[in-house]
Protein backbone atom coordinates (compact mmCIF):
# COMPACT_ATOMS: atom_id res chain seq x y z
CA UNK A 1 0.00 0.00 0.00
CA UNK A 2 0.95 3.84 0.26
CA UNK A 3 3.07 5.11 2.50
CA UNK A 4 4.51 8.09 3.50
CA UNK A 5 7.81 8.51 5.79
CA UNK A 6 8.34 11.71 7.52
CA UNK A 7 12.23 12.54 9.40
CA UNK A 8 11.39 12.39 13.08
CA UNK A 9 10.97 15.98 14.94
CA UNK A 10 10.53 18.42 16.23
CA UNK A 11 12.21 20.95 14.42
CA UNK A 12 13.99 24.05 16.51
CA UNK A 13 15.99 26.83 13.99
CA UNK A 14 16.84 30.10 14.41
CA UNK A 15 15.64 32.79 12.33
CA UNK A 16 17.18 33.04 9.24
CA UNK A 17 18.61 29.50 9.18
CA UNK A 18 18.00 26.82 6.39
CA UNK A 19 15.18 24.42 6.67
CA UNK A 20 15.35 20.86 5.42
CA UNK A 21 12.56 18.66 6.41
CA UNK A 22 12.82 14.83 4.47
CA UNK A 23 9.82 13.05 3.15
CA UNK A 24 9.81 9.45 1.15
CA UNK A 25 7.23 7.77 -0.27
CA UNK A 26 5.94 4.50 -1.65
CA UNK A 27 2.92 3.86 -3.81
CA UNK A 28 1.56 2.15 -6.56
CA UNK A 29 0.92 4.17 -9.98
CA UNK A 30 2.09 7.48 -10.27
CA UNK A 31 1.14 9.89 -7.17
CA UNK A 32 1.28 13.48 -6.58
CA UNK A 33 2.99 15.07 -3.95
CA UNK A 34 1.93 17.65 -1.42
CA UNK A 35 3.08 19.31 1.31
CA UNK A 36 0.49 20.85 3.60
CA UNK A 37 1.13 23.11 6.77
CA UNK A 38 -0.94 23.45 10.24
CA UNK A 39 -0.27 27.27 11.71
CA UNK A 40 -1.01 27.28 15.72
CA UNK A 41 -4.68 27.49 15.65
CA UNK A 42 -5.38 26.80 12.07
CA UNK A 43 -6.82 24.03 9.34
CA UNK A 44 -4.41 22.31 7.60
CA UNK A 45 -3.16 24.29 4.06
CA UNK A 46 -1.27 23.30 0.81
CA UNK A 47 1.54 24.87 0.98
CA UNK A 48 2.86 22.99 -2.34
CA UNK A 49 2.10 20.40 -4.31
CA UNK A 50 3.99 18.44 -7.33
CA UNK A 51 2.44 16.05 -9.68
CA UNK A 52 5.42 14.56 -12.40
CA UNK A 53 8.40 13.40 -11.52
CA UNK A 54 11.43 16.34 -11.64
CA UNK A 55 8.19 18.52 -11.20
CA UNK A 56 8.84 21.69 -8.47
CA UNK A 57 6.92 22.59 -6.45
CA UNK A 58 7.15 26.45 -4.60
CA UNK A 59 5.20 29.09 -2.50
CA UNK A 60 5.96 31.32 0.11
CA UNK A 61 9.95 30.91 -0.42
CA UNK A 62 9.42 26.97 0.54
CA UNK A 63 10.22 24.74 -2.54
CA UNK A 64 10.17 20.21 -2.73
CA UNK A 65 11.25 18.75 -6.24
CA UNK A 66 9.78 15.95 -7.19
CA UNK A 67 11.83 12.65 -7.49
CA UNK A 68 11.36 9.76 -8.39
CA UNK A 69 14.53 7.99 -8.62
CA UNK A 70 14.92 8.40 -4.72
CA UNK A 71 11.11 8.31 -3.85
CA UNK A 72 11.52 11.32 -2.44
CA UNK A 73 10.20 15.01 -1.82
CA UNK A 74 11.73 16.99 0.50
CA UNK A 75 11.07 20.61 1.74
CA UNK A 76 13.57 23.29 1.60
CA UNK A 77 13.58 26.80 2.69
CA UNK A 78 16.29 29.02 2.36
CA UNK A 79 15.96 31.38 5.10
CA UNK A 80 13.39 30.57 7.99
CA UNK A 81 11.28 32.96 9.87
CA UNK A 82 9.27 33.03 12.83
CA UNK A 83 5.94 32.81 11.40
CA UNK A 84 7.00 29.20 9.56
CA UNK A 85 6.40 27.94 13.14
CA UNK A 86 3.91 25.12 11.98
CA UNK A 87 3.47 21.62 11.85
CA UNK A 88 4.26 20.44 8.54
CA UNK A 89 2.64 17.23 6.78
CA UNK A 90 3.84 15.38 3.64
CA UNK A 91 0.92 13.67 1.89
CA UNK A 92 0.45 11.73 -2.02
CA UNK A 93 -2.34 11.28 -3.94
CA UNK A 94 -3.28 8.49 -6.19
CA UNK A 95 -5.80 6.94 -8.10
CA UNK A 96 -8.84 8.17 -9.02
CA UNK A 97 -10.60 8.91 -5.84
CA UNK A 98 -7.30 11.41 -5.38
CA UNK A 99 -7.53 10.31 -1.30
CA UNK A 100 -4.42 11.18 0.29
CA UNK A 101 -1.71 9.31 2.56
CA UNK A 102 -0.32 11.72 4.97
CA UNK A 103 3.26 11.42 6.93
CA UNK A 104 3.21 11.67 10.69
CA UNK A 105 3.84 15.60 10.44
CA UNK A 106 6.58 17.38 11.95
CA UNK A 107 6.36 20.63 14.48
CA UNK A 108 8.94 23.25 13.21
CA UNK A 109 9.64 26.06 15.73
CA UNK A 110 11.86 29.10 14.79
CA UNK A 111 13.00 31.10 17.33
CA UNK A 112 13.87 34.73 16.62
CA UNK B 1 -16.29 31.77 -1.21
CA UNK B 2 -16.00 30.81 2.57
CA UNK B 3 -13.78 27.46 2.35
CA UNK B 4 -15.09 24.73 4.28
CA UNK B 5 -16.94 24.62 7.04
CA UNK B 6 -17.53 22.17 9.77
CA UNK B 7 -19.94 22.20 12.95
CA UNK B 8 -19.38 21.90 15.77
CA UNK B 9 -15.86 22.27 16.47
CA UNK B 10 -15.41 20.84 19.67
CA UNK B 11 -17.45 18.21 20.91
CA UNK B 12 -17.19 16.32 24.63
CA UNK B 13 -19.55 13.43 24.76
CA UNK B 14 -20.02 9.98 26.78
CA UNK B 15 -19.09 6.93 26.23
CA UNK B 16 -22.05 4.85 24.44
CA UNK B 17 -23.65 7.89 23.22
CA UNK B 18 -24.42 8.60 19.32
CA UNK B 19 -22.72 11.84 18.30
CA UNK B 20 -23.03 13.78 14.48
CA UNK B 21 -21.05 16.25 12.91
CA UNK B 22 -21.46 18.40 9.52
CA UNK B 23 -19.70 19.32 6.66
CA UNK B 24 -20.14 22.28 4.48
CA UNK B 25 -17.56 21.89 1.08
CA UNK B 26 -16.57 24.59 -1.05
CA UNK B 27 -20.04 25.21 -3.01
CA UNK B 28 -18.90 23.91 -6.63
CA UNK B 29 -16.47 20.92 -5.24
CA UNK B 30 -18.67 17.49 -6.20
CA UNK B 31 -15.96 15.60 -3.81
CA UNK B 32 -16.02 15.19 -0.22
CA UNK B 33 -13.45 13.52 2.01
CA UNK B 34 -13.40 12.63 5.85
CA UNK B 35 -10.32 12.33 7.69
CA UNK B 36 -9.69 11.28 11.26
CA UNK B 37 -6.47 12.88 13.12
CA UNK B 38 -4.94 11.75 16.13
CA UNK B 39 -2.23 13.10 18.38
CA UNK B 40 0.72 13.14 16.99
CA UNK B 41 -0.07 11.57 13.64
CA UNK B 42 -1.25 12.57 10.17
CA UNK B 43 -4.43 12.46 9.05
CA UNK B 44 -5.98 9.42 7.67
CA UNK B 45 -8.52 8.71 4.97
CA UNK B 46 -11.62 7.59 6.42
CA UNK B 47 -14.60 8.15 3.04
CA UNK B 48 -15.26 9.76 0.08
CA UNK B 49 -18.52 10.99 -1.98
CA UNK B 50 -18.71 12.43 -5.47
CA UNK B 51 -21.71 13.83 -5.42
CA UNK B 52 -24.14 12.44 -3.23
CA UNK B 53 -22.31 8.59 -4.02
CA UNK B 54 -20.35 7.38 -1.17
CA UNK B 55 -17.59 6.06 -3.58
CA UNK B 56 -14.94 4.35 -0.92
CA UNK B 57 -14.65 3.46 2.78
CA UNK B 58 -12.06 2.76 4.70
CA UNK B 59 -11.19 -0.62 6.66
CA UNK B 60 -10.41 2.46 9.68
CA UNK B 61 -14.35 3.16 9.78
CA UNK B 62 -16.17 0.54 11.50
CA UNK B 63 -19.85 -0.63 11.81
CA UNK B 64 -20.21 2.24 14.41
CA UNK B 65 -19.83 4.85 11.71
CA UNK B 66 -22.21 6.20 8.94
CA UNK B 67 -21.58 9.19 6.62
CA UNK B 68 -23.78 10.59 3.65
CA UNK B 69 -23.55 13.21 1.53
CA UNK B 70 -27.82 13.35 0.66
CA UNK B 71 -27.96 16.47 -1.93
CA UNK B 72 -24.46 16.20 -3.38
CA UNK B 73 -23.93 19.07 -1.15
CA UNK B 74 -23.12 19.33 3.14
CA UNK B 75 -22.39 15.82 4.74
CA UNK B 76 -22.56 14.47 7.95
CA UNK B 77 -20.32 11.84 9.21
CA UNK B 78 -22.18 9.84 12.44
CA UNK B 79 -20.27 7.75 15.16
CA UNK B 80 -22.92 5.46 16.95
CA UNK B 81 -21.80 3.94 20.63
CA UNK B 82 -18.95 6.33 20.92
CA UNK B 83 -16.03 4.59 22.54
CA UNK B 84 -12.96 6.50 24.24
CA UNK B 85 -10.98 5.50 21.02
CA UNK B 86 -12.96 7.39 18.87
CA UNK B 87 -11.43 10.27 20.40
CA UNK B 88 -9.79 12.74 17.79
CA UNK B 89 -9.96 15.43 15.55
CA UNK B 90 -12.34 14.70 12.18
CA UNK B 91 -11.65 16.46 9.17
CA UNK B 92 -13.00 17.02 5.90
CA UNK B 93 -11.76 18.06 2.88
CA UNK B 94 -13.21 18.79 -0.70
CA UNK B 95 -12.11 19.52 -3.97
CA UNK B 96 -13.38 19.24 -7.87
CA UNK B 97 -12.21 16.29 -9.40
CA UNK B 98 -9.05 13.89 -9.85
CA UNK B 99 -5.63 15.76 -9.04
CA UNK B 100 -7.43 18.85 -7.75
CA UNK B 101 -6.50 20.02 -4.59
CA UNK B 102 -8.09 18.96 -1.33
CA UNK B 103 -9.05 21.73 0.74
CA UNK B 104 -9.69 21.00 4.23
CA UNK B 105 -12.00 22.62 7.06
CA UNK B 106 -11.29 23.11 10.63
CA UNK B 107 -12.45 19.84 11.84
CA UNK B 108 -14.10 18.55 14.39
CA UNK B 109 -12.10 17.78 17.79
CA UNK B 110 -14.21 14.91 19.37
CA UNK B 111 -13.65 13.89 23.23
CA UNK B 112 -15.05 10.92 24.77
CA UNK B 113 -14.75 10.28 28.00
Known amino acids: GNSVTQMEGPVTLSEEAFLTINCTYTATGYPSLFWYVQYPGEGLQLLLK?????DKGSNKGFEATYRKETTSFHLEKGSVQVSDSAVYFCALGTGANSKLTFGKGITLSVRP | DTGVSQDPRHKITKRGQNVTFRCDPISEHNRLYWYRQTLGQGPEFLTY????????KSRLLSDRFSAERPKGSFSTLEIQRTEQGDSAMYLCASNSGSGETQYFGPGTRLLVL
Open chain 1, 50 to 54: ATKAD
Open chain 2, 49 to 56: FQNEAQLE
